[in-house]
T-cell receptor, first 116, second 113 residues
């Protein structure tokens, strides 16, 4: 069965520090997608990134970067020069196809607090 | 701006009541999903629907049912609410090939007393 593990339940850092959120996944599928979502205090999950299993290139978007390593089944997320607005719960997710629908399996989430 | 709208942000119900949680999307998405979110457990799939009148059980369907009579609307029903169903409920939708991920609603925080 698909599984996503986010071992870090909570992380607290001071503003401007770099922080990495870990994500490890298990799947038997050869083709799959990995996602990161952000959940701010307002509650709505916001899509951050999608990564295809065949594309192991790292991605950078502003202060955000993602490191996908198929060999270790990991898809880690780094925030550089963190800001208070980055405080949120972050979820890693893995797609699983069922009945033609891509079902997402989520990790437990990591609560990130950026202190001024 | 495309949206998934959940009818209630906060809801308080009594044990044994029948509860309806409504979700509407305006993106013409084929797939719709109901998750519940609990601390330390992440998001767990209750039910999903890949077409009108079609539904599939997720990982934790017990105590819940769903209805999808129109493409844009997906309802979650608690036939007889219990205190262990106190949770945050999140609705999401996606295209038929959801490799682009989901669009989520803002969630409904349900308290059963």
């Amino acid at each position: 069965a698909q599984k996503v593990t986010q071992a870090q339940t909570e992380i607290s850092v001071v503003e401007k520090e770099d922080v990495t959120l870990d994500c490890v996944y298990e799947t038997r599928d050869t083709t799959y997608y990995l996602f990161w979502y952000k959940q701010p205090p307002s509650g709505e999950l916001v899509f951050l990134i999608r990564r295809n299993s065949f594309d192991e290139q790292n991605e950078i978007s502003g202060r955000y970067s993602w490191n996908f390593q198929k060999s270790t089944s990991s898809f880690n997320f780094t925030i550089t020069a963190s800001q208070v607005v980055d405080s949120a719960v972050y979820f890693c997710a893995l797609s699983e196809e069922r009945r033609g629908a891509q079902k997402l399996v989520f990790g437990q989430g990591t609560r990130l607090t950026i202190n001024p | 701006d495309v949206k998934v709208t959940q009818s209630s942000r906060y809801l308080v119900k009594r044990t044994g009541e029948k509860v309806f949680l409504e979700c509407v999307q305006d993106m013409d998405h084929e797939n719709m999903f109901w998750y519940r979110q609990d601390p330390g457990l992440g998001l767990r799939l209750i039910y999903f629907s890949y077409d009108v009148k079609m539904k599939e059980k997720g990982d934790i369907p017990e105590g819940y049912s769903v209805s999808r009579e129109k493409k844009e609307r997906f309802s979650l029903i608690l036939e007889s609410a219990s205190t262990n169903q106190t949770s945050m409920y999140l609705c999401a939708s996606s295209l038929i090939r959801g490799s682009y991920g989901y669009t989520f609603g803002s969630g409904t925080r349900l308290t059963v007393v």
